[in-house]
């Protein structure tokens, strides 16, 4: 299957500050990419989907100013997380279907290793 | 809008034999897709097994099996010989036919498996 890699796996970082999330598809195009929040012992929560060239798409309760999601490429989309507090400490996990694949492959989402991030 | 419904936080399994996993969906679309998505303690998601709903054979992967009845818009797991391996949180996902591929999730199962 294809794969996706999300880096870094784990971040500390001071409340104020701004942390940036890479993913990236490693042998396909992704046009679309998933970004999906998990707090512990819960389930993944879509936060935004991520199109390459234009801006992306927040769910409802997302800001869109911290959580400011960049697109530039069809292997790279990146989170970056403004103004971290605590509250934002969470496992941050992005996703992306590869629409070149067989119909059956198509379907599928693949999953980055995701990342851990600890606002102290 | 759609919704995924797993109720049971935890389950647990003896090695070797069969265990069943409970998901329940809402949705007013035909056409859609159901998945399995297993995430072990390193937090990697990884599919377990896919369904297309207007397909009306249930999907089978080696020991795991979905028993997809859409009328009652239920899709179990069923894990046949449990492995230590096994264990893991298993999340039931919803995709609808025309999204970009945005899945949505249940609140996921903690599968336990005993020696």
């Known amino acids: 299957g294809a794969v996706v890699s999300q880096h870094p796996s784990r971040v500390i970082c001071k409340s104020g500050t701004s942390v940036k999330i890479e993913c990236r598809s490693l042998?396909?195009?992704?046009?679309?990419m998933f970004w999906y929040r998990q707090f512990p012992k819960q389930s993944l929560m879509l936060m935004a989907t991520?199109?390459?060239?234009?801006?992306?798409?927040?769910e409802q309760g997302v800001e869109k100013d911290k959580f400011l999601i960049n697109h530039a490429s069809l292997t790279l989309s990146t989170l970056t997380v403004t103004s971290a507090h605590p509250e934002d400490s969470s496992f941050y996990i992005c996703s992306a279907r590869d629409p070149g694949q067989l119909l059956t492959l198509n379907t599928e989402a693949f999953f980055g290793q995701g990342t851990r991030l600890t606002v102290v | 809008a759609q919704t995924v419904t797993q109720s049971q936080p935890e389950m647990s399994v003896q090695e070797a034999e069969t265990v069943t996993l409970s998901c329940t969906y809402d949705t007013s679309e035909s056409d859609y897709y159901l998945f399995w998505y297993k995430q072990p303690p390193s937090r990697q998601m990884i599919l377990v097994i896919r369904?297309?709903?207007?397909?009306?054979q249930n999907a089978t992967e080696n020991r795991f099996s979905v028993n997809f009845q859409k009328a009652a818009k239920s899709f179990s797991l069923k894990i046949s010989d449990s492995q230590l391996g096994d264990a893991a949180m298993y999340f039931c996902?919803?995709?609808?036919?025309?999204?970009?591929?945005?899945?949505?999730f249940g609140k996921g199962t903690k599968l336990s498996v005993k020696p």
């Open positions: 996902a919803y995709r609808s036919r025309g999204s970009q591929g945005n899945l949505i």
């Open positions: 991520s199109n390459e060239g234009s801006k992306a798409t927040y």
């Open positions: 369904q297309e709903a207007y397909k009306q």
């Open positions: 042998d396909f195009q992704a046009t679309t």
